[in-house]
């Protein structure tokens, strides 16, 4: 008889890029009222990716208003330099998700987040290669599988990733596994097939006229389609 491997937990993430910057209060509120739970924050340097956007200052604020954890996305080239500006302002629970691709060496970058309490996770662009990763499932919280180019909001979304989000699925069954770019009613179905079950969306949330009931459809969308087609039995052997 084949033993069944346990999955972790559905989980929806709202992304707080495409919440209103005049009312973020306000937009965490509405996403916490339909059962998000995490509020993920893309934190960008300006090197790493063109765009700047929130520092310390702004993620203080958000983490007064949330009473879920925090997913701080940081798309920066030397994550290192983040974690104790960053720790004065985060919390017990909270997530700091750094890029396989930066300039920091991910081992070093992982010891130090564990000594200041974060949980730990990694993430990797689309034209990344999944081995690049491999080696460091075992020593992260969460995985975050990038399905569009990291940078700007509004990207189509990446379908051609879904045989790395597999494969990556298929070496860490009980692993945390985030997509994030692109996430909406349309794209869920397809990630969560593939073996996603943490959806960070935008639009797809605070693009919608009921942010709440947005949360909550995602939510519904991807419990309806995890590893749909799948043998649970078989998810976690060889590739």
Known sequence: MKELRPHPKIKIGASILAADPLHLEREIQRVQEGGVDLIHVDIMDGHFVPNLTMGPFVVEGIKKAARVPLD???MVEYPSKFIEPFRQVSGKGDYFTFHIESKDEPRRVISQLREAGFRVGI??????QAERVEGLLGEVDLLLVMTVNPGFAGQKFIEGVMPKLRHLRSLS???DIMVDGGINEETVPIAARHGANIMAAAKGIFGKKDPAQAVRDLRHLTQE?????????????RH
């Open 72 to 74: 701080l996305h940081l």
């Open 123 to 128: 993430s990797l662009n689309p034209p990344t």
């Open 173 to 175: 069954p009980e692993l």
């Open 225 to 237: 389609n995890f590893l749909a087609g799948s043998d649970p039995a078989t998810v976690g052997g």
